[in-house]
């Protein structure tokens, strides 16, 4: 049993604790230099530092009344879908029935976290990553329907819209039947979002731009009358006056004419959404539909998708969730070689593994949920590595569920092929975990960078640095004998300070690899895909850790059921991610690592010379 008695720090104490922390390091720091404090756990683990505030306690995102409020809207919709949905039938048809649609129009489904004077739920980030789970463990396909629409499709006008374009389109999209769609990515633009061609022309008058491009795997784009379009526009500094060009974001109606949409892509998975490419020819977009201001629509369209990004985190902990129940079924009753197949240690292996990352992805999603609702502001890196290890977690969870189940796992019938298909394109869209990765790696190394760079200033100027070089200089010299290092012994509760001290050995190695490869690279490092990759590595199993290590003191300190079971799932977490975490820091510093890297390059170089493979069958000869 869990002991929950005397040892236990209460949560207020926990609270205290924490806001004690932060105080002293943010009044440490402002006395040292005025730098504004980013209050991203993750970001600052890039520095070594720790700022608790984001992941301990892990947040308490609704009161009573706001958990009866998502639970009254939750509840339905998951009867309704277990009752009237069948996920098969959308993929044949191509689009949910119409029967489905109209019910979740009309029960405000396309609205979840508009404002009520528009027509919404008012639901919460929390509430939102709830219906997420509900839409995952039921179809893949749906939530992309759902999430496409109002996660990144009229999110931007909540989130930028002046008050008129608030009034004019959100009652549209929340309850009047119209699909709204964001139209980032075009035929030479995916992952390098910046790059976009489409462009939009001001009018001599000043009153409209005429936009001309195409977009590419738009998500509603052949049934979408607004969209979230981005294009680049001429926009003169007003300091300098200079013309440059900048992407801006417009809200455009199919109704200005002069948009188009090609057919539907035949896709893998999610083949009951519509993608298609979009078309602008000489469409005319009045000045009032500039979202976020002329020049702003790179920050715009990073936004609306950091904003979205939880949401698949919880959708994905929902579809693994009906995995593993699926696997569970067979495992309790399966019986090969004269015994039940959950008796072997091979499939309880599988089973915990697929529990834990369905526990990490589930915990990710809604603490970064919960810290939003609580007012954050600093969560993009968290978000990113919720996308990243979500969709990774899940295709893993899924795979091994129909490793279970075998053959059966295989036949179409058991759901779960389906699944698989459905899942892979997560790991592509809403930012392609690959370059997620670089973004984690890259936007901590520059915070990290920032401050070596204060610190070389401050050694200019000594006497007027006193503070920022003395506690730089005493933090690395404990570091040095081996003190002095991260704690997060005081956040969590007693069964778990082993696995906090892995956790916090996990962050001063990876701040100190941080640090070597600024030493090493500086702004070089910006090309060391290799080692950015393992860097982000590290980065998001620190994140699980923490995650599962704050969740499991949670469910400990409210003496919840599942506490027993979830501190066991966060002492294997532990003992795993922190050994990852070594092994890929190692890989980032060791001569016999770099040097494969470098062969890497070579045969990756190779192949791509000649075309494809360059070795031969061992027969040698040629076919
Ligand atoms: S929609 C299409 C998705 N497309 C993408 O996600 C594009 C991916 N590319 C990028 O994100 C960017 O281009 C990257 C940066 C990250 C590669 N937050 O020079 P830069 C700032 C804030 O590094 P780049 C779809 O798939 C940066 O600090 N700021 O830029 C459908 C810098 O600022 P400054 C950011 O090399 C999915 C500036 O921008 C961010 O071009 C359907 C330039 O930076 C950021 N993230 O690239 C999904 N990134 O100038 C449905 C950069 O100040 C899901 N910056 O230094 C459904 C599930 C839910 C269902 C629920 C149902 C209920």
Not at 177 to 192: H, I, N, Q, Y
Not at 595 to 601: D, H, I, L, V
Request: aromatic share 8%; net charge positive; charged share 20%.
């Amino acid at each position: 049993m869990i002991r929950t008695g005397a040892t236990v720090v209460s949560r207020s104490t926990i609270l205290k604790q924490t806001s004690r922390y932060l105080q002293t390091s943010l009044a440490r720091r402002s006395n040292a230099n005025k730098q504004t404090v980013n209050t991203s756990f993750m970001v600052n683990i890039f520095r070594g530092e720790i700022h608790p505030l984001q992941v301990f306690p892990y947040p308490e995102a609704a009161d009573q009344e706001q958990k009866e409020y998502i639970q009254s809207i939750a509840q339905p919709v998951q009867r309704f879908f277990t009752e009237r949905y069948d996920p098969a039938e959308s993929e044949r048809l191509g689009h949910p029935p119409q029967a489905v649609l109209d019910e979740l129009w009309e029960t405000g489904g396309y609205g979840l976290m508009a404002p009520e004077e528009y027509g919404g739920l008012n639901m919460s980030n929390t509430g939102y990553a709830t219906m997420g789970s509900v839409v995952g463990a039921v179809d893949l396909g749906l939530a992309v329907v759902l999430g496409a629409h109002q996660s990144i499709g009229w999110k931007g006008i909540l989130l930028y819209g002046s008050d008129e374009q608030k009034r004019k389109y959100l009652p549209m999209v929340t309850t009047g039947r119209t699909v709204a769609a964001f139209a980032l990515t075009e035929p030479g633009s995916g992952s390098d979002a910046g790059s976009i061609r489409s462009r939009a022309v001001k009018s001599a008058c000043g009153k409209y731009y005429t936009l001309n491009g195409s977009k590419l795997w738009i998500t509603g784009g052949g049934i979408a009358d607004v969209l979230t379009v981005f294009a680049r526009t001429e926009v003169t500094d007003s300091k300098t006056g200079q013309k440059k060009d900048k992407v801006t974001a417009f809200v455009v109606e199919r109704s200005f004419g002069g948009v188009t949409s090609g057919p539907p892509e035949d896709k893998m998975g999610i083949r009951c959404t519509n993608t298609t490419e979009v078309y602008f020819d000489d469409v005319k977009i009045p000045v009032e539909n500039v979202l976020g201001g002329e020049g702003n629509g790179f920050k715009v369209a990073m936004n609306i998708l950091n904003n979205g990004r939880f949401g698949m985190a919880a959708t994905l902990a929902g579809t693994m969730i009906a995995c593993i129940a699926k696997a569970t079924e067979h495992a309790n009753s399966r019986i090969q070689f004269g015994k039940n197949i959950k008796e072997f240690g091979n499939v309880q292996e599988k089973m915990a593994r697929m529990t834990i990352l369905q526990y990490v992805t589930q915990s990710m999603g809604f603490m970064v949920a919960g810290n939003m609702d609580h007012g954050s502001k600093d969560f993009h890196l968290e978000a990113a590595i919720s996308k990243i290890f979500s969709s990774e977690a899940a295709w893993h969870v899924c795979d091994e569920a129909i490793q279970i189940l075998g053959g059966n796992g295989f036949m179409k019938g058991t759901g779960l092929e389906k699944v698989l298909r459905d899942i892979r394109i997560y790991r592509i869209f809403e930012g392609a975990n690959d370059v997620l990765r670089l973004f984690v790696a890259l936007s901590g190394i520059q915070y990290a960078g920032s401050h070596l760079k204060e610190l070389q200033l401050a050694f200019k100027n000594p006497t007027a640095n006193l503070g920022l070089i003395f506690k730089e200089g005493s933090r690395r010299v404990a570091r040095s004998f081996g003190v002095g290092g991260s704690d997060l012994g005081p956040f969590v509760v007693e069964p778990l300070k082993e696995s906090a001290n892995l956790c916090a050995e996990s962050i001063d190695s990876f701040s100190l690899a941080v640090e070597a490869l600024l030493f090493k690279y500086g702004k070089r490092v910006v090309e060391e895909q290799f080692l950015l990759i393992r860097l982000a590595d590290s980065a998001i199993d620190i994140y699980a850790m923490v995650n599962v290590l704050s969740r499991a003191s949670r469910a400990v300190r409210n003496n919840l059921p599942s506490a027993e079971q979830e501190v066991l799932m966060a002492k294997v977490w532990c003992v795993q991610a922190s050994g990852r975490v070594q092994n890929n820091l190692k890989q980032i510093n060791k001569r016999v690592y770099l040097e494969s890297f470098t062969a890497m390059s070579q045969i990756a170089r190779k192949v791509c010379e000649n075309g494809g493979v360059v070795h031969k069958l061992p027969l040698e000869i040629e076919l």
